[in-house]
């Protein structure tokens, strides 16, 4: 009975890879991972910081078109109070953004720390994938 269950040989029942080809298959996958993870990163960094050079010129030119005198909202042009009050909610919008990409920032910084924790053996690995970028 143990010869039909075996194939005619006991050492051909189960075949599994060698502990390097393992390592290797393991580490192919965790810098998959890795690799993902650095590149949510870098493109948020890179929305950040572009919205930011962009939010920070839209507010110092609303700045400029606000005034400088206390009472000057009493007299401002209609067309001119409904233009602060857009390019008000859009840096409302712009800030909101900003909030939530440095909230992402940290999260994916997050999960690059928890994928070097649980994977030790593949530091190396995680951390080529920083150096590549």
């Not at 950040?48 to 206390?70: E, F, M, P, S, W």
């Not at 909202?73 to 990409?101: F, H, S, V």
Request: no cysteine; charged share 30%.
């Amino acid at each position: 009975m143990f010869k039909s269950l075996s194939g005619g040989r006991f050492g051909d029942v189960l075949k599994v890879r060698s502990s390097g080809r393992n390592f290797q298959t393991d580490a192919a996958r965790i810098g998959s991972i890795a690799r993902s993870i650095e590149t949510a990163l870098q493109t948020s960094r890179i929305e950040l910081n572009g919205l930011n050079r962009r939010l920070n010129d839209v507010i110092a030119r609303t700045a400029v078109t606000i005034g400088n005198d206390t009472d000057e909202y009493l007299d401002r042009e209609p067309t001119n109070t409904g233009l602060q009050n857009r390019l008000n909610r859009e840096i409302a919008d712009g800030e909101q953004r900003l909030r939530e990409l440095e909230t992402n920032i940290d999260h994916f910084n997050s999960l690059k720390a928890v994928l070097a924790t649980r994977f030790p053996d593949h530091a190396d690995t995680i951390a080529a994938v920083e150096h590549q970028r």
